[in-house]
């Protein structure tokens, strides 16, 4: 069992940045998957970015140029830097890690965190 405890959401105006924080209960450096994703209302949660063990690292095509997700193993934590925010995307971001390979599409177990708020204004 792993928890995920999520950090860094908050209000911004648009062009701004934030920094959100995912802090693992247990050693990251052999999970192979981590990612972030968001769900605004009404709409599906969906793929930001996501970093394997190795370094990799895969974006949403909204989001690319703008965010980078990183990952600190020393602290257990993954991190997604978000830069020139738009209003598009406020949403609930949510922290997930899956134990399985590398592409996050097989894997036998799943762990989300509690998810933080982003809110970007005009």
């Known amino acids: 069992q792993v928890q995920l405890v999520e950090s860094g959401g908050g209000l911004v105006q648009a062009g701004g940045s934030l920094r959100l924080s995912c802090a693992a209960s247990?050693?990251?450096?052999?999970?192979?998957?981590m990612g972030w994703y968001r769900q605004a209302p009404g709409k599906q949660r969906e793929l930001v970015a996501a970093?394997?063990?190795?370094?990799?690292?895969n974006y949403a095509d909204f989001v690319k140029g703008r965010f980078t997700i990183s990952r600190d193993n020393a602290k257990n934590t993954v991190y997604l830097q978000m830069n020139s925010l738009k209003p598009e995307d406020t949403a609930v971001y949510y922290c997930?890690?899956?134990?399985?390979?590398?592409?996050?599409?097989?894997?036998?177990?799943?762990?989300w965190g509690q998810g933080t708020q982003v809110t970007v204004s005009s």
């Open positions: 997930n890690i899956r134990e399985g390979d590398y592409s996050g599409r097989y894997y036998h177990s799943e762990y």
């Open positions: 247990r050693r990251i450096n052999s999970i192979n998957y």
């Open positions: 970093i394997t063990s190795g370094g990799s690292t």
